[in-house]
C-alpha cells in the first residue's frame, strides 16, 4: 500500500511504462487474438486496461477518460495513444489533486469501502494481472513481447545466450 503520492507515481510510472511497450508491439491484426472464440480478445483486453484506468475519473479525481466507447477500437495505434494519453491524465490528477493524507480516506468501490491507497495498489496490480494475459496472446498471434521484469526467451537467444527452461 502507498503512504505518499510519490509511491505511487514512482511506481504507477515504471508499470505503466512497461504496459506502454506491451501496446506499442500490437497490430490490428493482432487485436482479434483470443484464447477460445468465447473469451476476450486480445484488443478488448488491451482497451479493459485503458478503461479501467478511465474509470477511476471522479469528482474527487478529476481528469480525461480516454476518447471512444468501452467498445476495443480496431486500431492498435488507438489503444496505445489513448492508454498513453490516460496513464499520463492519472499520474497529473493524482499529483494535483491529492495530498499524502488523502491516501487514507476511504471511498465506495464495488459496494466495499476502500482508501484510496488501496485503490491505486489495486490497479497496480490489475494491470501487472492483464498485462501477462497479454503477453501470452501476443505470442498466439505471432509478436514478440518486450521483457517487462527481465528479459524474455527471444531476447536470452538474441545475446546468444541459452534461455532457462
Keep these: 500500500m ?8 514512482l511506481e ?8 506502454s ?3 506499442d508491439v500490437l497490430t490490428d491484426e493482432s487485436l482479434q487474438q483470443s484464447i477460445l472464440p468465447e473469451y476476450r480478445t486480445l484488443g478488448q483486453i488491451a482497451w479493459h486496461l485503458v478503461w479501467v484506468i478511465g474509470s ?6 478529476q481528469f480525461k477518460k480516454p476518447d471512444g ?4 477500437p480496431s486500431s492498435a495505434k488507438k489503444i496505445a495513444d489513448e492508454y498513453k494519453k490516460v496513464s499520463q491524465a492519472l499520474v497529473d490528477a493524482v499529483e494535483t489533486q491529492w495530498k499524502d493524507v488523502d491516501l487514507q480516506s476511504s471511498q465506495e468501490v464495488n459496494g ?22 497479454l503477453t501470452v496472446l501476443m505470442r498466439q498471434a505471432g509478436l514478440r513481447p518486450p521483457g517487462i521484469y527481465g528479459p524474455t526467451f527471444d531476447d536470452w537467444k538474441d545475446k546468444g545466450q541459452t534461455p532457462y527452461i
Design 2 to 9: 502507498y503512504h505518499n503520492i510519490d509511491e505511487f507515481i
Design 12 to 19: 504507477w510510472k515504471a508499470e505503466s511504462a512497461a504496459t
Design 21 to 23: 511497450r506491451l501496446l
Design 56 to 61: 477511476l475519473s471522479s469528482d474527487e479525481l
Design 69 to 72: 466507447e468501452e467498445r476495443a
Design 112 to 133: 466495499e469501502e476502500w482508501s484510496k491507497a488501496k485503490s491505486l495498489h489495486l490497479l497496480v496490480q490489475h494491470e501487472v494481472h492483464h498485462r501477462g494475459q
